[in-house]
């Protein structure tokens, strides 16, 4: 059975860590914790679980610091988690499964990555993330932000999943001034890193600055699709902030010169025709996305709700909208079919009955 170092990049994790360690240390051989300047009691908390605690000057790149962590392991497989993540209870026996069938041949396990959440608890943004990277100088983090592990060698997918579960603001200022701070010294930014820098002045409301980083991403011939066809996703809102809604549905469109539909998108072009009291078009868009399979091995980003439960309410309204007021509670009971909790399937159920 593969022996796991866990490695963790912190700072001022006080609130959290004890949270995440919990949640996994008696499931790794190894717990690597390297401190970046904390200045409450992170470093305290991470010694009750492992001596091997390091500190590393923080230089404005994740990279630089996970790969330290990384230098620092023994074992046969390097592990990451941020602070505020957390290994479910319900995971734990599929863990130990995983280490336990695990072949040596394998380079990297993928897996899902939970973000976000809907009132019930349930995971509404999720993605893959290579999480068991085996311990060699072939696997190097790149990236000041949004670092990553390019994939390579033999990747096994799981359905583990790592929920992300933010219990503050955190620095929502720090990633873009990192992003400008490498600018400001000449720096070039690869195709990714552009891509997230343009997410990150979307964050901040810097509307005509984002679509300006957008639009050169997605004239480049380089950068990878999933990206691309976010970017169109991103660039799009962008442009309605700015007013310029012609331009917001045209670039939605254009995802899909890059690729096949993708649901999420379809949502959004739904979405639009819908407010734009174009029902008919609207119609057409959300029962496109409930015909697109749910494809969680493309690594981009996957919105769940986008292939069953937001197109099947939307088309509930847009058929009311029209005065089928029977499709439209048909449409509201397929939704309800989807997450029966959900405080917009109770309102329009208990509209329907009022009628």
Known sequence: ????????????????LARCLD?????????????????????????????????HPW???????RNYSFSKAAMDYCMWMDAD?????????????????????????????????????KPSFSYFRERWIRNCGLYRWIGAVH????????????DLGICHKKTGPGSPDRNLKIYQKL????????????????????????????????????????????NKIEACAICARCYEKLGEEQAALLTLLRSMS??????????EIGKYFLEHESFYHAIYWYETALKIPK?????????????DYIPLLQLCVCYDKLGDRQKAKEYNERAGVCKPYSKAYLYNKQYFEGI
Not at 147 to 158: A, F, H, N, T, W
Not at 258 to 267: Q, S
Request: proline share 4%; glycine share 4%; net charge negative.
């Open 1 to 16: 059975m593969p022996t796991i170092s866990l490695c963790m990049i912190v700072k001022n994790e006080e609130m959290n």
């Open 23 to 55: 949640s996994v240390a008696d499931l790794v051989e190894e717990i690597i914790i390297v401190d970046t300047g904390s200045k409450d009691r992170t470093v305290e908390i991470a010694s009750h679980y492992t001596t091997k605690v390091y500190s």
């Open 59 to 65: 230089k404005d790149d994740f990279s630089d610091a």
């Open 85 to 121: 993540d957390i290994l479910e209870e319900r995971e734990k026996d599929k863990f130990l499964k995983l280490k336990q069938s695990l072949t040596p041949d394998i380079d990297m396990v993928m897996m899902k990555y939970h973000t976000a959440f809907d009132e019930a608890g």
């Open 147 to 158: 670092e990553v592990i390019p994939p390579k060698g033999r990747i096994l997918y799981s």
């Open 183 to 226: 600018l400001a010294e000449g720096k070039r930014l690869e195709p990714r890193q552009q891509y997230y820098y343009g997410r990150e002045l979307y964050y901040h409301e810097e509307y005509k600055e984002a679509v300006c980083v957008f639009e050169q991403f997605l004239l480049s011939e380089e950068g990878w699709i999933e």
């Open 258 to 267: 890059f690729d096949l539909p993708r649901a999420e998108l379809c949502c």
């Open 295 to 307: 494809n969680e091995y493309s690594g981009g980003f996957i919105l769940p709700d986008c292939y």
